[in-house]
């Protein structure tokens, strides 16, 4: 794919999503190295890396990870991966890799299938303020 950041992670996220969009409030505070971008999943560059990796996002139902001519991820993994990133306490949660990927995104799809009843959706995709703006593509 063309024009996207180099060296850069991309996250692709429910831009409807309440808890998606609080979970990428949550990455962007601990991003200090300036890791990550995002894409809403709806958005034309959603739609067009999904394409790209061969993922429906009608029926994925997961954040994506794309690593840019290297890989991508879905659901638990792509969770992991990101927390990895932190280097903080927040890495610990690595732990959970000990777990079969089964289990994990079994419970994933759990609440990946609940968010909008327990955490609401937004009409439309959230708008990153001024000073948040060059963190999305």
């Known amino acids: 794919m063309q024009n996207l950041p180099k ?50 996002p009608k ?19 792509a969770a992991l991966k990101i927390v990895a990133e932190f280097h903080s306490v927040y890495s610990l949660l690595g732990i959970f890799k000990i777990f079969p990927i089964g289990i994990r995104d079994s419970i994933y799809d759990y609440i990946a299938k609940n968010r909008y009843k327990w955490y609401g959706k937004k009409e439309q995709c959230m708008i990153p303020t001024p000073e948040l703006k060059a963190k999305f593509l």
Do not use: H, W
């Open 7 to 56: 060296n850069k992670k991309i996250i692709l996220f429910d831009g409807i999503c309440n808890l998606c969009n609080s979970s990428v409030q949550f990455i962007i505070e601990r991003d200090k190295k300036d890791v990550f971008r995002f894409v809403a999943l709806q958005s034309e560059l959603g739609q067009e890396i999904c394409n790209y990796v061969g993922v429906n």
């Open 59 to 77: 029926i994925t139902d997961s954040i994506i990870l794309y690593e840019p001519g290297t890989a991508y991820y879905l659901k638990s993994e």
